[in-house]
């Protein structure tokens, strides 16, 4: 089995502006409308997660995401484990990260 691929929010938001990456955001509802990272998302709350609903066809990176890094690591582990991707990423420190780095964020 893969393991998860650790990735730096500077190096997602390179593959974002390139287009060669997408989002899958598995943090609850009342986080998501707080701030959120700008670009191709898919929202998956860990509370009620659909494995089936991962995007398996984009020809992208996917990158889990939560707050800090733990939820988004559950998750992309376990799609890694039941074979619905053979390569998936985790961003390092989740959006606390993403904003520690200066990178931009959406609200509302």
Aim: glycine residues 8%.
């Amino acid at each position: 089995m893969p393991d998860l691929i650790e990735t730096s929010a500077e190096e997602v938001q390179t593959w974002l502006d390139e287009g060669t990456a997408m989002i899958v955001d598995v943090r609850e509802d009342n986080e998501v409308v707080q701030h959120r990272i700008a670009g191709e998302t898919v929202h998956l709350p860990l509370s009620r997660f659909n494995p089936d609903a991962v995007p398996t066809d984009s020809g992208k990176r996917v990158i889990f995401v939560c707050a800090q890094g733990v939820r988004s690591f559950q998750a992309g582990q376990y799609i890694l484990d039941q074979e619905i991707l053979s390569e998936a990423y985790n961003l390092s420190d989740g959006i606390a990260g993403w904003a520690q780095a200066g990178l931009p964020l959406e609200s509302g």
